[in-house]
């Protein structure tokens, strides 16, 4: 049974969303807003071959488990890891069932190639938060595959980048309790947005949705 605590957790998945821009993570976890596009699409169906719930694989030392559930109490964040693999070390944590210690290392799938901005990375870095918090342990390292370029990116797990995480998640939480959505902020990243025609981009510039949708009524 979930908790009233574990109600009020954001979507592990939205740090992606408000790292790469505050007011479409808004639009879609707070005023619930979507619109898929090529993209958003050709994405569902890179995560349907990782996400299979509760699959578990053994390829020697390594233990394989894919859409495994994870959350934070100190982040008020859960979602679903696309693949967490556990290496066996003798540093590492028991498992419950498994024979022996495993280190944990995250695995994120993306469509596409490397991105310039950091909302991969963010995501990454809250997914073995989460981990960290759940098995009590270290995550020094996860890994991002970008299936454009079939292959997968090594990611170091710094104290920054939890600091940065941490930050974000409490302004989002902020947000989400008083249902804000911060103003757009245009740029070129804004042609690549699902929600484009749902944010009007060049139209907020010069006035709110709600003026907008008052002046359309009026029309």
Same mark, same amino acid.
């Given at each position: 049974?979930?908790?009233n605590?574990e109600?009020?957790?954001l &979507?592990?998945?939205?740090?992606?969303?408000f790292?790469?821009?505050k007011?479409q993570w808004?639009l879609?976890?707070?005023?619930?807003?979507?619109?898929e596009?090529?993209?958003t699409?050709?994405? @569902?169906?890179l995560h349907e071959?990782?996400? @299979?719930?509760?699959m578990k $694989?053994?390829?020697?030392?390594?233990l394989v488990v894919?859409?495994m559930?994870?959350?934070?109490?100190?982040?008020r964040?859960?979602?679903i890891?696309d693949?967490? $693999?556990?290496i066996?070390?003798?540093?590492?944590?028991?498992l419950?069932?498994?024979?022996?210690?495993?280190?944990?290392?995250?695995?994120?799938y993306k469509r596409g190639k490397?991105k310039?901005?950091d909302?991969d990375?963010?995501?990454?870095?809250?997914?073995a938060?989460c981990?960290e918090? &759940?098995?009590v342990?270290?995550?020094d390292?996860?890994y991002?595959?970008?299936n454009?370029?079939?292959?997968?990116?090594?990611?170091?797990?710094t104290?920054?980048?939890?600091? @940065?995480v941490i930050?974000?998640?409490e302004?989002m939480? @902020?947000?989400y309790?008083?249902?804000h959505?911060p103003?757009?902020?245009?740029g070129p990243?804004c042609k690549?947005c699902?929600l484009?025609h749902?944010c009007?981009?060049?139209?907020?510039k010069?006035r709110?949705?709600?003026?907008y949708i008052e002046?359309?009524?009026?029309?």
């Amino acid at each position: 049974m979930v908790s009233n605590e574990e109600d009020r957790y954001l &979507m592990l998945s939205g740090l992606q969303h408000f790292q790469f821009c505050k007011r479409q993570w808004a639009l879609i976890h707070i005023e619930q807003q979507w619109e898929e596009n090529v993209k958003t699409i050709e994405g @569902q169906h890179l995560h349907e071959k990782a996400d @299979q719930p509760f699959m578990k $694989e053994k390829r020697g030392n390594k233990l394989v488990v894919r859409a495994m559930p994870v959350q934070s109490r100190r982040l008020r964040v859960s979602g679903i890891c696309d693949v967490v $693999e556990f290496i066996k070390d003798p540093d590492g944590v028991e498992l419950f069932g498994v024979d022996g210690t495993y280190r944990a290392y995250p695995v994120e799938y993306k469509r596409g190639k490397p991105k310039k901005g950091d909302e991969d990375i963010i995501q990454l870095v809250a997914q073995a938060m989460c981990l960290e918090e &759940m098995l009590v342990c270290h995550i020094d390292r996860g890994y991002l595959f970008y299936n454009e370029i079939k292959r997968r990116v090594e990611v170091p797990i710094t104290d920054e980048l939890k600091d @940065q995480v941490i930050r974000m998640a409490e302004e989002m939480h @902020q947000y989400y309790e008083r249902r804000h959505t911060p103003k757009v902020k245009t740029g070129p990243f804004c042609k690549n947005c699902s929600l484009q025609h749902v944010c009007l981009p060049q139209l907020m510039k010069k006035r709110s949705v709600k003026s907008y949708i008052e002046g359309r009524l009026g029309e």
